[in-house]
């Protein structure tokens, strides 16, 4: 089976090295304008110089988001940005509008063109088309079936690469564009300022009476746009198969816990794939540990489905430290605290080389030496003694993982 990329997003430094860390191949960003995601930590020129640097010098890409939805008075600084990018070797640009992709083409050469799922590409001739213009990659729209990634990649034929969405939070809109958030709040989700109005709870009034009755099953009420999220873990050689060449994770707003975890669960999956071994399921499980709604494989086997009861995320697991470094010739890592746990406690690790597992802390101090017991302060930069060969970017965690 030919090699595959994994894809995952980066919100922040922190969360991009956390990613490549734990094997992402290339991860996908935005700068401080002209993306989808204007509340995330995003990046500034400096910062997205030293992003690009630190991948290219691990071997992995970035791609950079410029996929607003662009009035007339933006292209010049559209323009500028582009001429930023291009000149600091970002790997490839994520546009939606058609003028956008003009300009790259025509002015940018040198910056790789990559067709935004907010394009809503759901068919083979459109697919087509935009290979011709000149397009290097397409993210398909989340509303296509396997069977029809199928048929696009090999009507394609090698024209253009294929990128799919393959873990994350879905978007109740046809591929993400949606207005409801600009009508409700004056806030435009197309401009990446999205308020996930979707996520709210909503009832149903006549406009001649002031009673209102909440839309629901039961007495929880019902989130009516509140989409499950997608995990294609139990079908991803499936989504491999298909023809897809850039296996995508949602995600630029969650923290370096749930990149961490996710990342390495696909990662590990994905490599079982491409050896030949047989599905282990420990990385499906893996998927539970982090912040989630009701799982469904979205569009791609037809069993995408909403969330009727809440729009608030499980959380089985508590990510308590993020380990700073590798462990040194007396057995301590350096980690930061980022919540409660005592000395004496079982946590569990997720560690890019070690694995995944549990331990009990031989000892902790902090920073003076002094040990520590009851470890609440959080950001508090801890020595935690351990056999667990554990590395700087590791993960250490508590609490039960469970499957649906």
Known sequence: MKKVELLSPAGSIERLRTALHFGADAVYLGGKQFGLRAYANNFGPEEMKDAIGYAHALGKKVYVTVNIFPRNGDFGAIKDYLGQLQAQKADGVIVSDPGVVQLCLKDFPLLDVHLSTQANTLNKYAAKFWAEQGVKRIVLAREMHLDEIKETADYLGGAAELEAFIHGAMCISYSGRCLLSSYL?????????????????????????KNSLTIGEDSHGTYILNSADMNTMPIIEDVINAGVQSLKIEGRMKTEYYVGVITNAYRNRIDDILAGRPYDKKWYRETFAVGHRAYTTGFYVGDAKQCYTTSHPENPCAFVAQVLSDRDENGFVMVEQR????????LDFVSASAGIGSFVPEEIVDEEGKPVEDCKLVQQKLFIKTDVNLKKYDIIRKGDIYEE
């Not at 999205?194 to 006549?206: D, F, I, K, T």
């Not at 409660?340 to 406690?345: K, N, P, Q, T």
């Open 185 to 209: 709040t004056d806030r435009d989700s197309n401009r990446g300022e999205c308020v996930q109005a979707c996520r709210w709870e909503y009832s149903l009034g006549e406009v001649s009476r």
């Open 339 to 346: 919540n409660r746990f005592y000395a004496g406690e079982k």
